[in-house]
């Protein structure tokens, strides 16, 4: 079945960038998407890309797909302290017409 | 505009008793969903609602049912609450369910302990 795997855990200095990954196995994905969860929170729609795309700006964030080896990332430019959370990839399976939820990767930014 | 609203926040349980989980939602959403978190397991899906008067189990649904009230209104009830039941469940709506490009709102959650 579909499978979405993420790091739990990442760790980032006010203003480096973060980069956050996911790997999922669905090969006939058609979107993909990045959710924040901020402390005590419901989900919220980051930003998403779609299979035909390779990469995603958005002001600071940038999202890279690498379809061939099924491999999603988020970039954070300038990453701040409101940018604490745990960041949920998602992929929108074809085979499945669902989404499917990654572990979740904790950031913490630090001074 | 609330969006997708969630009650209670919190509730704490002993082992066997019941209760219904609140979810309403006011973006006139065909779809709702109900998902349980936990730590290391990221979110799953226990029951979901494609439009008004019909619901489907997820991946987790032992141990829960559900109503579809009406368009904005889906509760999830535990007949017989068990500590591994213990989780924070989210509820969700979207208007393009099983469709390419679905994006899913959620409401701020509830944190169940079953003692």
């Known amino acids: 079945g579909e499978d ?38 419901g989900l919220q729609l980051l930003t998403y890309i779609f299979s035909n795309m390779d990469m995603k700006q958005d002001q600071r964030l940038t999202v890279l797909l690498n379809k061939k080896d099924k491999h999603l990332s988020l970039r954070i430019a300038d990453t701040q302290t409101g940018d604490s959370a745990i960041y949920f ?9 669902k989404l499917t939820f990654g572990t979740g990767t904790r950031l913490q930014v630090t001074l | 505009n609330a969006g997708v609203t969630q009650t209670p ?4 349980l002993k082992t066997g008793q019941s209760m219904t989980l609140q979810c309403a939602q006011d973006m006139n959403h065909n779809s709702m969903y ?82």
Request: hydrophobic letters at 30%; glycine letters at 10%; proline letters at 3%.
């Open chain 1, 4 to 41: 979405v795997e993420q790091s739990l855990f990442l760790s980032v200095r006010e203003g480096d960038s973060s980069v956050i990954n996911c790997t999922y196995t669905d090969s006939s994905s058609t979107y993909l998407y990045w959710y924040k969860q901020e402390p005590g929170a």
């Open chain 2, 34 to 115: 109900w998902y349980r978190q936990d730590p290391g397991m990221g979110l799953r899906l226990i029951y979901y609602s494609a439009s008004e008067g019909t619901t489907d189990k997820g991946e987790v649904p032992n141990g829960y049912n559900v109503s579809r009230l009406n368009k904005r209104e889906f509760s999830l009830r535990l007949e017989s609450a068990a500590p591994s039941q213990t989780s924070v469940y989210f509820c969700a709506s979207s208007d393009l369910w099983g469709r390419v490009g679905e994006k899913l709102f959620f409401g701020s959650g509830t944190q169940l302990s079953v003692l």
């Open chain 2, 9 to 12: 926040k919190f509730q704490v």
């Open chain 1, 89 to 97: 990839c998602a992929e929108w399976g074809g085979t499945a017409s």
